[in-house]
């Protein structure tokens, strides 16, 4: 369906293409900024197009960055921070061109804008959730492969806290602390150091702590919760956890543990419809905001 923003960015691909190339060049050590340049012109161009095809209801962007993670996710060159670089130098290429076609006080503007920053705040959290399994699998395989030497057995702890607990901030004010596997006192601390480091860096408002990939919950990781939440809060950041499964649900009922400070959701996608709430945003799908504006 082509629509006025879908005919503009159409027009010009190749004017947000060498903008967000010229960005990209300042970024020194990102990934994308290392690729041969007809790589990097030839992603940045497929990004582009995906993003054009989910707004004139084509397909969906999120299959696509889906694909992209995975790829990614197996790249030991590839950091997780590089995403957001490119997806933010790419979000202010395309504002740049509305700007320009648009002027930045116009109600057209401003619509096209929001159309735009829905689609990649969706695309945003696909790549994460998708990244994140892809890591999980990923540090699996390594795991079978090592041999139990005492230098590969160093690597695999680094290669552990690497992979095992990433934190990816999807917006400017969330941040997401995916735990898999299980957690010891060492273990635990160095993760509690690491998010409130990350919570103060990037000035971050609401951490999802998902416990999907943490096989058993009892009373020190119940106590942990608690301990990083008290935490996080005197940053003057919230908690919100997902990820419990019935079976951990009737084991911490079963501890008689106070969790009121926990704000709780189901899954990932959840949390992160709740977090955007809480900025005042959330994720709609183009077509039924169409619908809705008709």
């Keep these: 369906m082509t629509t006025p923003l879908v005919d503009a960015l159409t027009a010009h691909i190749d004017t947000i293409l060498q903008d967000n190339d010229a960005r990209l060049a300042r970024l020194e050590g990102n990934f994308y900024q290392r690729m041969p340049e007809d790589q990097r012109h030839a992603t940045i161009r497929s990004a582009i197009q995906a993003l054009i095809a989910d707004l004139a209801g084509q397909s969906s962007v999120d299959t696509y960055y889906r694909e992209i993670a ?151 990781i119940a106590n942990y919760l608690l301990q990083t939440t008290k935490a996080v809060n005197l940053l003057g950041a919230q908690v919100i956890l997902v990820g419990i499964s019935a079976e951990v649900a009737q084991t911490i009922v079963g501890l008689d543990l106070d969790l009121n400070r926990l704000t709780v959701r189901a899954n990932l996608q959840d949390g992160i419809d709740y977090a955007l709430g809480q900025l005042g945003l959330q994720i709609t799908p183009i077509h039924s905001a169409a619908r809705a504006r008709v």
């Design 70 to 220: 995975l790829k990614r996710a197996r790249n030991p060159a590839y950091r997780i921070e590089s995403f957001k670089e490119v997806h933010l130098a790419l979000y202010a290429s395309m504002q740049n061109i509305l700007s320009q076609l648009y002027g930045d006080e116009t109600a057209e503007y401003a619509d096209a804008l929001h159309r735009i920053n829905e689609v990649m705040l969706r695309s945003s959290a696909a790549f994460y959730e998708a990244y994140t399994l892809e890591r999980e699998t990923a540090l699996r395989e390594r795991e079978a492969e090592l041999e139990a030497s005492a230098e590969e057995q160093e690597k695999l702890v680094s290669i552990l806290r690497e992979l095992s607990s990433p934190i990816v901030p999807v917006h400017d004010s969330i941040l997401v602390l995916p735990l898999v596997g299980a957690i010891d006192t060492s273990r635990a601390q160095t993760i509690t150091e690491d998010l409130l480091e990350a919570i103060v860096q990037r000035q971050a408002d609401l951490v999802i702590i998902d416990i999907t990939g943490v096989p058993v919950v009892d009373t020190s």
